[in-house]
């Protein structure tokens, strides 16, 4: 028997998805989701409602319940609104009774709330958002980093370009604390394998004509312009690198990124980012677990196929569901532990392991946009060069400064 049920959200609302007819075998009541992201404006295509339908695969993939009782899937929408995450976070575990949230994917957010799912005793999968203090300094014994993070992407694009022959780097950086940041360890880490920094610039966030940065870092004759920034500022400087003739004729030099969408390189096309490499912790195309999953996205979301952050969310709560199934538990703690001591195993991680620090170790993909003569159908968009190893960039426990460690 399956019902729906629309809950009054804080914020957008809060839709609710009931499956299986309730039992009380091994729980108390139902198992209750929630993912909680950017719904409805610019952010939400990288995110939003894909991230639920993902997490809503991994529902069905149990059969739609665990442990003799039903799981129940909710969303809100936070409206990248730190006040408003917390504000949501609460009520969905303190009045709606929720015992795990999925994704956040806004760092600002994800810091606020970990703070609310620490004090509760709750699981927190952190799967979209990408700052590394959610393992380190403000790590939680049941808060997880699912997918990416500031150190190993800086460290993870920067080894494997290097490797592929992009030894001199010209940074085009956003002016704010993410770009210093990546800029600065990405050029320790160029340097320390031996490449070059062949010059810099910044811009101001939001900048819209990039021609006078593009031309410095053409005049440079470094191998790679790194695009050191982030949504819509990484698209416009790609696509007006593009219109200069980056990558094209007899120019070699290649684009780089530490963080981008599936969704932004279809949204803009080939045409336009050709040779554009970045990490991806996961592409639709890769095997045959990556394309049903890919497939099944398409068929209800609009032909659109699933970025890394989106799949992730499939993997993040597929991990939880399969936990409380061998544990038959909804203490927090309890679960995480038997998360921690499994293996990780779907089309988005293959047998990855979870740290005691809560962050996932699963490899990257150094992936790069395809030519258009390459390009087969819309959503065919990338070449993977090479397997970046978890153990290489992300960051060790010993450096992180997590104070708050499962004591057990």
Known sequence: MKRRTVLTGLAAGAA?????????????????????????????AGGGP???????????????????????????????????GVALARSAFDEKGVDAIFDIGNSAVSLAVQDIARQRGKILIHVGSAHDALYGKACSPTGVLWVYDTYSLSRGITKAVFEQGGTSWFFITADYAFGHQMQARSSEVLTSLGGKVAGAVKHPLGESDYSSYIVQAMSSGA????????????????????EFGVGKGNNTQKLATPIFYLNSAHEVGAEGLQGLQYLTAFYWDYDDGSRKIGERFAKVRGGAYPNQAQAGNYSAALHYLRAVEATKSRDGLTVMRQMKASPVNDPFARGARLRQDGRLMHDYFL???????????????????????????IRPISDGGCGSLDPA
């Open 223 to 242: 191998t790679t312009i790194a695009l050191v920034s982030a949504g819509n500022d990484t698209v416009n400087a790609a696509k007006q690198a593009s």
């Open 367 to 393: 992936a790069e946009v395809k030519k258009p003569a390459e390009v087969k159908q819309g959503w065919d968009l990338l070449n993977i060069r090479t397997t970046v190893p978890a153990d290489g960039v």
């Open 50 to 84: 894909g991230s639920v339908a993902c997490a809503t695969f991994a529902v069905e993939d149990m059969g739609g319940h665990v442990a003799g009782v039903p799981v129940e899937l909710l969303s809100f929408d936070h409206q990248n609104k730190p006040d408003i």
């Open 16 to 44: 609710a998805l009931f499956v299986h007819t309730a039992r009380a075998d091994g729980l108390s009541g139902p198992i209750r989701i929630a993912v909680i992201n950017s719904m409805s404006d610019t952010y939400a």
